[in-house]
T-cell receptor
Framework: GAGVSQSPRYKVAKRGQDVALRCDPI?????LFWYQQALGQGPEFLTY????????KSGLPSDRFFAERPEGSVSTLKIQRTQQEDSAVYLC???????????FGPGTRLLVL | ELKVEQNPLFLSMQEGKNYTIYCNYS?????LYWYRQDPGKSLESLFV?????AVKQEGRLMASLDTKARLSTLHITAAVHDLSATYFC?????????????FGAGTILRVKS
């Protein structure tokens, strides 16, 4: 079946521009996670949804980062007024439930110039 | 502070040789995962280890967990070129009030012909 999909795969933004990154989880997966992966590093947790409820946003680095999942399926990660330090790969993962294995999407590679 | 440390961070090995990647962590956890990541690709789940003494094997890879020592290992037997990738261990549990995966920095494995 279809895995986790993300779009766009690549995004180049000028500093100060707003961006929106989309994640389509595996159908039926209740839990959805966003991670940020800097070059040469492991992914770092950003936020977690259970259905439409955002249960943990402790990893969001600043108030410029905002995530939503209004209908409990597709999720969007929005970054306002992008900065160069936001350049990274943004990974989305979904799982059947919180304690099940997380399946990762291909990621969105964001470059802020 | 939760820490997940992998070593080595880089491993260059000849085909046919054996080697072990180590993952040390600083606190108790519900489960431990091993993921593989190919360059420019997303993470692929290899193993999930749930209890002390757990051992899982798939092909030339074998993962084990010692919860008392807070140590997991990923053993590579008779390496082949196709195993070249970055390998991450990740700890799953509840920390700082939220459920999250915490990743190690990754081990870059290069298998030379």
């Amino acid at each position: 079946g279809a895995g986790v999909s993300q779009s766009p795969r690549y995004k180049v933004a000028k500093r100060g521009q707003d961006v929106a990154l989309r994640c389509d989880p595996i159908s039926g997966h209740v839990s959805l996670f966003w991670y940020q992966q800097a070059l040469g590093q492991g992914p770092e947790f950003l936020t977690y949804f259970q259905n439409e409820a955002q249960l943990d946003k402790s990893g969001l680095p600043s108030d410029r980062f905002f995530a939503e999942r209004p209908e409990g399926s597709v999720s969007t990660l929005k970054i306002q007024r992008t900065q160069q330090e936001d350049s990274a790969v943004y990974l989305c993962a979904s799982s059947l439930d919180r304690v099940e294995t997380q399946y990762f999407g291909p990621g969105t590679r964001l470059l802020v110039l | 502070e939760l820490k997940v440390e992998q070593n080595p961070l880089f491993l260059s090995m000849q085909e046919g040789k054996n080697y072990t990647i180590y993952c040390n962590y600083s606190t108790t956890s519900d489960r431990l995962y091993w993921y593989r990541q190919d360059p420019g690709k997303s993470l692929e789940s290899l193993f999930v280890l749930l209890s002390n003494g757990a051992v899982k094997q798939e092909g030339r890879l074998m993962a084990s967990l010692d919860t008392k020592a807070r140590l997991s290992t990923l053993h590579i037997t008779a390496a082949v070129h196709d195993l070249s990738a970055t390998y991450f261990c990740a700890l799953d549990g509840v920390w700082e009030g939220g459920n999250k995966l915490v990743f190690g920095a990754g081990t870059i494995l290069r298998v030379k012909s």
